[in-house]
């Protein structure tokens, strides 16, 4: 079965800095791996995924991340983060023919002025 | 805005009660996942059907069952429900792209048990 560890549960971050989110992944088999948000009182919204190709993926809302294969990983970044940003950021996985998603606990990110 | 609804947007009842949770994917997908959102287990995958067929089970208790109708919407039931049942309910609606499916989730539904 595959897990996903998202390493930190809190990252409070000035307005314009940059941002980083670091996702961990175990599984014996190939992934595909995403990235959600959910702002305050809302559902899940699609950020980015990375399905095969390259390892860098560009998302929405200038959001990038990166498949690192030898280090399991699949951080998520972003260069300049808004006050707009705020919200919560869930890393996920799943495998070839077993579609369910396995979330990671999610990181809350607090942008402030 | 994913396409994906679910009613209702918020419901309150008592222990012991059964509710319904509707949801109906995005045009022409065929998959509906449901998930719970709780403060102690985070985001857990119950169950998924596909063109109206069970597909896969998650952590979903006896208590809990769903099905996916021949218009693809979909209705989670709870019943027997109990305090920790409280929690947000996630549908999501996929479809297959080269062998690779990606979820669009609806806005949820917020139970709330007393």
């Known amino acids: 079965a595959q897990s996903v560890t998202q390493l930190d549960s809190q990252v409070p971050v000035f307005e314009e800095a940059p941002v980083e989110l670091r996702c961990n992944y175990s599984s014996s088999v190939s992934v595909y791996l995403f990235w959600y948000v959910q702002y305050p009182n809302q559902g899940l919204q699609l950020l980015l995924k990375?399905?095969?190709?390259?390892?860098l993926v560009k998302g929405i809302n200038g959001f990038e991340a990166e498949f690192n294969k030898s280090q399991t990983s699949f951080h998520l970044r972003k260069p300049s983060v808004h006050i707009s940003d705020t919200a919560e950021y869930f890393c996920a996985v799943s495998v070839h023919n077993d579609y369910k998603l396995s979330f990671g606990a999610g990181t809350t990110v607090t942008v402030r002025a | 805005d994913s396409g994906v609804t679910q009613t209702p947007k918020h419901l309150i009842t008592a222990t012991g009660q059964r509710v319904t949770l509707r949801c109906s994917p995005r045009s022409g997908d065929l998959s509906v996942y449901w998930y719970q959102q709780s403060l102690d287990q985070g985001l857990q995958f119950l169950i998924q059907y596909y063109n109206g067929e069970e597909r896969a089970k998650g952590n979903i208790l006896e208590r809990f069952s769903a099905q996916q109708f021949p218009d693809l919407h979909s209705e989670l039931n709870l019943s027997s429900l109990e305090l920790g049942d409280s929690a947000l309910y996630f549908c999501?609606?996929?479809?297959?792209?080269?062998?690779?499916?990606?979820?669009?989730f609806g806005p949820g539904t917020r139970l709330l048990v007393l």
């Open positions: 990375y399905l095969s190709g390259s390892t």
């Open positions: 999501a609606s996929s479809i297959r792209t080269g062998g690779v499916e990606t979820q669009y």
